[in-house]
């Protein structure tokens, strides 16, 4: 049986406020930027940020390519004018053809094209964020960082994670919650790194039942038998939720390397955050 | 006099920065003595913070200073604050503990005693555990005190109670995910030793671990008298009638009944354990 994924939306969405609050604090900036894609996860990152940051202080960039529709912008930019925060949109299609036409490989796979646009993202948002002085905030929700649903140093690349402890499932509840356009809401989830990609047709299995899956994994710890038996999940469904997970594990991590001396970064030297 | 007012001082350190968490200390510390407070709580690792990491030992002589500046000022307030201590004989060798100031002078120390090492917690990869379940007889009361994972074990403030304590002090760095069973166990520790229990948690964010406050004052007979909010810094005061202690116990004799002979029992299954 499938369940609904707990969430006190009120008091996580203060505890994830407070976390952001408390990491600008401990760095001493003042300014975000996140990519607005139009999609949940950059709505509801936008939602929860911009009452810490301050609408003037968060910018939103909107950078469509030609596998976004028409309907992904207009989403990005009411997302930007229900929120009142400055805004720029820097379409990248140009950039992305210019890396093609110069990387010296004549056929460049869909996959390894739609990993050029997402990194193009990457240093846009790093390039305002230098300009700016400010963090930027990475949109990346529990469901896809598991699965590795997404691409590294693209758009898992970022300063602070903002949904990166909730379910997508539990993303759309927090959306209802903060009063995210329910066409936002409903629209079918998309890494929009082709024309055409939903997140379910790719996976072949659906958000419900693949947070039912990983909820169960994770945070309850049944084992996959227990899975299928208990919860009635499709073993195939199991197996391939299982095989993401794990295969995605080093995009999770930082880069790993030999631990060869006494006091090693990160191993033996820790450290909080922090810049004085 | 057998009314006591007391303050829970429930702060969002930051971490490593003695001396700014000194000054809130401070701050409240004159708050608290316009309100006539006699006892004064401070939650867990007040002065430098919980998830300080290696920092730990570079300031630990910044602790030490603090705690002297607070003796200068604690005036007619018993006052309860989270330290880094370091063990009495050993040298560079550190304790999670709580220190009780009164007359202008440390009145002593405890340690705790359950340092958890499991999920997010690393306490043992920085503290030796205290071995000793300690009450201090104060201007306004007897007290114990338990450090965070030391009220999930029964045995703490079970033996705090034995040992005649009035208050059962708990402080904490609770993160958000343990609010519901923190709430839980704040009750049944109240009544299962039908003594006061005085609870504060941090407040605020630390390395991603949000704290979610609620600091509280329970009955012997598991009422909740105060209450702070969840997540944010909160002060309340509260004033207790420690004759409430023999009212309760009167109709809920736990302690008169509390038998040597069943202790022994656990005594024996430890043991057991230890033999296998």
């Keep these: 049986m499938k369940i609904e994924l707990p969430l006190d939306c009120e008091l996580t969405a203060k505890a994830i406020r407070t976390f952001i609050k408390d990491y600008m604090d401990r760095i001493g900036i003042k300014k975000a930027v996140v990519g607005l894609s139009g999609g949940i996860d950059s709505t509801v990152t936008a939602y929860l940020a911009v009452e810490v940051f301050g609408k003037e202080n968060l910018l939103g960039l909107i950078m469509p390519s030609n596998a976004n529709t028409k309907l992904d912008t207009e989403h990005g930019l009411l997302v930007a004018k229900n929120l009142n925060i400055r805004y720029k949109v820097i379409p990248i299609q140009d950039m992305v053809d210019a890396f093609e036409k110069n990387v010296g490989v004549n056929e460049i796979d869909k996959v390894s094209r739609g990993n050029i646009m997402a990194r193009c993202r990457m240093i846009l948002l790093y390039f305002w964020a230098n300009l700016e002085r400010a963090v930027v905030l990475g949109t990346s929700d529990k469901t896809e960082l598991l699965l590795g649903y997404f691409t590294k140093y693209g758009d898992g690349g970022s300063d602070i994670m903002v949904n990166a402890s909730l379910y997508k499932t539990q993303v759309k509840k927090m959306g209802a919650y903060l009063g995210v356009p329910q066409a936002i809401i409903d629209k079918p989830p998309t890494a929009g790194l082709w024309k055409g990609q939903t997140a379910e047709g790719e996976i072949g299995i659906t958000y419900e039942i693949i947070d039912n899956i990983l909820y169960h994994l994770l945070e309850l710890r049944y084992l996959p038998g227990q899975v299928i038996n208990e919860c009635g999940m499709n073993p195939s469904d199991v197996e391939k939720v299982l095989k993401m997970i794990r295969n995605s594990e080093h995009k999770r991590q930082t880069p790993r390397y030999p631990k060869i001396g006494y006091r090693e970064i990160n191993w033996d030297y820790r450290y909080p955050v922090e810049r004085s | ?276």
């Design chain 2, 1 to 276: 006099m057998t009314r006591l007012k007391i303050g829970l001082a429930q702060i969002a350190p930051k971490l490593g920065a003695v001396k700014q968490n000194l000054d809130k200390h401070l701050e409240i510390i004159e708050n608290a003595k316009n309100q006539k407070v006699d006892l004064l709580i401070f939650p867990e690792l007040s002065l430098c913070g919980y998830y300080a990491k290696d920092m730990y030992y570079e300031i630990l002589p910044k602790v030490k200073n603090a705690i002297d500046t607070i003796c200068k000022n604690c005036g007619n307030l018993t006052i309860i604050l989270g330290i880094i201590e370091e063990n009495k004989r050993i040298r560079g060798v550190l304790h999670n503990s709580a220190v009780v100031i009164e007359n202008g002078k440390v009145v002593g120390t405890t340690q705790k005693v359950y340092l958890p090492d499991y999920g997010m917690f690393e306490d043992m990869k920085y503290f030796k555990p205290g071995n000793k379940i300690k009450v201090f007889k104060t201007r306004k009361c007897i007290l114990g005190i338990a450090i965070c994972e030391d009220f999930w074990h029964p045995e703490v403030v079970h033996a705090i109670a034995l040992k005649g304590a009035e208050i059962a002090v708990l402080i904490s760095a609770s993160p958000f995910m343990s609010r519901e069973i923190g709430e839980m166990l704040n009750k049944i520790r109240a009544i299962e030793n039908t003594i006061f229990i005085a609870y504060v948690n941090n407040a605020g964010a630390q390395e991603g671990i949000v704290f979610w406050g609620g600091s509280e004052i329970v009955s012997p007979n598991g009422n909740v008298l105060v209450k702070a909010n969840y997540v944010e810094e909160d002060f309340k005061v509260c004033e207790i009638d420690l004759n409430d202690i023999p009212r309760v116990r009167a109709g809920m004799p736990i302690l008169r009944d509390a038998r040597k002979a069943i202790l022994e029992e656990l005594l024996k299954a430890h043991g057991e354990l230890n033999e296998d």
